[in-house]
């Protein structure tokens, strides 16, 4: 079935460090790809997400290309700051005729000063 | 505005007792969806409404699981008989339309003892 793989963590990194956070997927059809964000004690919240392959979606200083060829839609930023510290998942959407989300399991990114 | 709020937000119960969990969407989203999440995990889909149709249950776990939306607006999750796996914290979600971000909740943590 549809699934999606995303890196484990903690990952650790200090402020103004590049940031990637790895997410592959396996799916039948063209699913759309998203990057939801849980920061502490809050719901998640969309990112960013792109809708067909080779979109870039962006927000907030982080961006993901949709690779068709390599099933990935990799999470960067170039400098990543205390703030952004929080929980990360990667999703797509299914074609079941409404868009039932299917998440990875988390990336939790720590920041330090 | 407003966004999706979810009650009560934390939930202990005892083996075996009934809860129900609240959503109420973003005034005017047709789509309302339920999640659960479990602890390290991401979240996983129980359910979709649109308006007051359940269109799909195919994530409901089992038959003790009910979710109801009689009016289109306003839902709730009943958990029959509730059993230490069911905690978990659930998660709901409202759209406009069908293609349309899926905005979250804060979520109601559950906790069967």
């Known amino acids: 079935g549809d699934s999606v793989t995303q890196m484990e963590g903690p990952v650790t990194l200090s402020e103004e460090a590049f940031l990637t956070i790895n997410c592959t997927y396996t799916a039948t059809g063209y699913p759309s790809l998203f990057w939801y964000v849980q920061y502490p004690g809050e719901g998640l919240q969309l990112l960013l997400k792109?809708?067909?392959?080779?979109d870039k979606g962006s927000n907030k200083g982080f961006e993901a290309t949709y690779r068709k060829e390599t099933t990935s839609f990799h999470l960067e930023k170039g400098s990543v700051q205390v703030s952004d510290s929080a929980v990360y998942f990667c999703a797509l959407t299914v074609n079941t005729g409404f868009q039932k989300l299917v998440f990875g399991t988390g990336t939790r990114l720590l920041v330090s000063p | 505005g407003a966004g999706v709020s979810q009650s009560p937000r934390y939930k202990v119960a005892k083996r075996g007792q009934d809860v129900a969990l609240r959503c109420d969407p973003i005034?005017?989203?047709?789509?309302l969806f339920w999640y659960q999440q479990a602890l390290g995990q991401g979240p996983e889909f129980l359910t979709y409404?649109?308006?007051?149709?359940?269109?799909?249950k195919s994530g409901l776990p089992s038959d003790r699981f009910f979710a109801e939306r009689p009016e289109g607006s306003v839902s709730t999750l009943k958990i029959q008989r509730t059993q230490q796996e069911d905690s978990a914290v659930y998660l709901c979600?409202?759209?406009?339309?069908?293609?349309?971000?899926?905005?979250f909740g804060p979520g109601t943590r559950l906790l069967v003892l």
């Open positions: 409404f649109q308006n007051e149709a359940q269109l799909d």
């Open positions: 792109a809708t067909k392959a080779d």
């Open positions: 005034s005017g989203h047709v789509s």
């Open positions: 979600a409202s759209s406009l339309e069908l293609a349309e971000t899926q905005y």
